[in-house]
């Protein structure tokens, strides 16, 4: 840890605040990286580095294959101006497809479009996983003004009492409700398989499902063909050099804002005005390289600190789930580029403040030292709270957030704090891109692809193998007779029981027609066999 950084010393602290703090007066935005093991030194040793960064990231901007593992562009920053897109019948779709989306979203909560039966739509049923539900989430979950829009609800997962509560919570709202599908590339089981139970509860409700089922897919995928096929209500593109977990820009993001009355055209240029700023091609300028500077210096280049998030407003207690796919996906690889063993990443984890200094922020400050927080805290406060002797809400929050900034430093615990001037769409925006920005840096430094997710692909393989297992089983066990673990495997051919055991264990807390024979303790010695074959054992 560097010498200056030292809690101590009031001075000296004060002193770093203001040679290291950044501001931008335009969009409202301060970001102080004093409380992290950040100097002078680091920011001279990073400086090839990041200039190194700064000529891929506008590479990048400008078209380049940035996702080489993929042979793909990357191309989220046009989502927000289009006008950089690398060629002009790209730039038109992009505009037109947000002209689209803020049309659709007006007719729907106008009420010129209309549910099955000429009734308003009540409510929006959100199917999409990974990036297409943690996006769409976090704008519900931030912008959604008390009766502005149209409630939604949300099926990120093929959870069986996930997708029933969900169901069972919108009952015969369902008919009247919109039904947006959301999967890239049209094919990835989980939404493919709530759609599915969706669309057969719709029908036994007497819906219509077309009337009312939108699909947010790329253009020719087999949800669009579909969609296409049964004249479904809308379909809005996703674009193949847009990203998941980069996605919120898009129609990912501006469907769920448009449906909610928010202002999406602010949340595109706040993202787009924090673009130009992390373009300045000078470290201590650009507020994304700092915080990846910061990230670097804390985790010795090699991820060794968790960062935690703390925002102080309640609407971005999602920001965390959202930035663990954001930076974890990204930065979690095994080999860099040059195919070397570097296993990077950072892991991400975090809740609100000050609920959080009730829970977790014992061990921040008095346990073991892995981590570095990152405060978030805007400054607006609501004005339908008056001051209740004595006391706001905003400033007793403000306090608590110091007073956890002050108890970390004086254990030589780091942190780096955003402050945001007011909490609005353009500011959710800015946010983005400004994480956005640091992690595509971050990755430069460390020479690994943030663009990429091979660890993802294998699980969804793993995962594909294991499905192609359970229906051999169930093949197997079909015939009725009683079969050992280790006879189930020499059948299938498989070289470990464990798999078979996991099956076996789900299959026969659900389906009472399989009995099983011995101790679920002891795994070796379970006989599995229909109840009819079962009595000949005994």
């Not at 203001?18 to 040793?45: E, I, K, P, T």
């Not at 689209?100 to 000429?118: N, T, W, Y």
């Not at 470990?496 to 055991?501: G, H, R, T």
Request: with cysteine; net charge negative; charged share 20%.
């Amino acid at each position: 840890m560097p010498a200056d950084f030292d809690g101590s010393s009031p001075a000296t602290q004060w002193s770093r605040f203001c040679d290291l703090l950044w501001y931008h007066a335009g969009l409202g935005v301060w970001l102080d990286v004093s409380r992290m093991a950040l100097n002078q030194a680091d920011l001279s040793r990073l400086a090839p580095g990041f200039a190194s960064a700064f000529t891929a990231m506008a590479a990048l901007e400008g078209g380049a294959i940035a996702n080489p593992d993929e042979q793909r562009m990357v191309g989220h920053y046009w989502l927000r101006a289009p006008e950089l897109a690398p060629d002009a019948a790209t730039a038109d779709h992009i505009a037109a497809e947000i002209d689209q989306i803020e049309a659709f979203g007006a007719g729907v909560l106008s009420g010129s479009l209309q549910a099955p039966g000429g009734v308003p739509f009540s409510d929006v049923l959100w199917i999409g996983i990974g990036g297409s539900g943690l996006g769409p989430l976090l704008v519900i979950e931030a912008l959604q003004q008390e009766g502005c829009g149209l409630p939604f609800h949300f099926i990120d997962n093929v959870d069986p009492q996930g997708i029933s509560r969900t169901l069972a919570r919108l009952g015969e709202r369902l008919r009247t409700s919109l039904v947006i599908v959301v999967s890239k590339s049209g094919g990835t089981p989980e939404p493919r398989i709530a759609m599915e139970q969706v669309r057969e509860r719709l029908g036994s409700l007497g819906g219509h499902w077309a009337q009312q089922a939108v699909a947010v897919t790329m253009v020719g995928s087999r949800l669009d063909s579909l969609a296409v096929q049964e004249q479904w209500l809308a379909r809005f593109d996703m674009f193949d050099w847009v990203g998941g977990r980069t996605s919120i820009t898009s129609a990912v993001g501006l469907l769920p804002a448009a449906l909610v009355g928010a202002d999406l055209r602010a949340f595109l240029d706040g993202a787009a005005q924090m673009d130009a700023a992390t373009r300045c091609p000078e470290l201590e300028a650009n507020p994304a390289a700092l915080m990846a500077a910061a990230w670097h210096v804390a985790g010795h280049g090699r991820g060794q600190r968790d960062m935690v998030l703390l925002p102080y407003r309640d609407r971005l207690a999602v920001f965390s789930r959202y930035l663990q796919q954001l930076v974890m996906e990204s930065l979690g690889k095994r080999l860099d580029r040059d195919g070397q063993v570097v296993n990077q990443g950072i892991a991400v984890y975090g809740n609100k403040g000050s609920t959080d200094q009730h829970a977790y922020v014992q061990q921040l400050r008095d346990g073991v030292d892995n981590f570095f927080v990152t405060f978030i805290e805007a400054l607006d406060d609501p004005a339908d709270l008056p001051a209740l002797n004595g006391e706001c809400p905003g400033d007793v929050l403000e306090g608590f957030l110091q007073g956890t900034r002050t108890a970390l430093m004086e254990s030589g615990r780091q942190s780096l704090s955003i402050t945001l001037r007011r909490f609005d769409a353009r500011s959710l925006g800015v946010l983005v891109a400004l994480f956005e920005r640091a992690v595509g840096f971050y990755a430069e430094l460390v020479n690994i692809n943030a663009y990429d997710q091979p660890g993802v692909e294998a699980g969804k393989l793993a995962a594909a193998s294991i499905l192609e297992l359970q229906g051999r089983l169930h093949e197997l066990l079909a015939d009725g007779q009683p079969r050992s673990l280790e006879q189930m495997r020499q059948a299938l051919e498989v070289p470990s029981a464990e798999p078979l055991f996991w099956i076996l264990r789900h299959l026969c807390a659900n389906q009472p027609g399989y009995v099983v024979e011995g101790d679920w303790g002891r795994p070796e010695d379970l006989v599995v066999a229909q109840p009819d074959q079962l009595e000949a054992l005994v």
